[in-house]
Nanobody, 122 residues
């Protein structure tokens, strides 16, 4: 069993930055891939970015590439999402999730956090 708690969301102006954190509790965090997804009102939950268990490999959606960076600290059982150059279309609830290996689809992830709201004003 793994529990995930996101934090760091909020309201920011377009062009600004936010850093989300996802703290994990449970077994074997350091051996599992982590991902961030987001869901805007009326839309499907979509893949944002993911990181391998060791942190050696990262993958990002084209819409956030070069603006968002995922990282992890396995000593702290925490994964981060640094979001720069935010746009109004980035407004969504952001969720972290854990998987056995890196995946791009929701159903590849076993455990989810409760989500944190990110709102970008124009």
């Amino acid at each position: 069993q793994v529990q995930l708690v996101e934090s760091g969301g909020g309201l920011v102006q377009a062009g600004g930055s936010l850093r989300l954190s996802c703290a994990a509790s449970g077994r074997a965090f350091g051996s599992r891939a982590m991902g961030w997804f987001r869901q805007a009102p009326g839309k499907e939950r979509e893949f944002v970015t993911a990181i391998s268990a060791t942190g050696a490999n990262t993958y990002s959606a084209d819409s956030v590439k070069d603006r968002f960076t995922i990282s992890r600290d396995n000593r702290k059982d925490t994964v981060y999402l640094q979001m720069n150059s935010l746009k109004p279309e980035d407004t969504a609830v952001y969720y972290c999730a854990v998987s056995t290996w890196v995946g791009f689809a929701k159903n590849e992830y076993d455990y989810w956090g409760q989500g944190t709201q990110v709102t970008v004003s124009s």
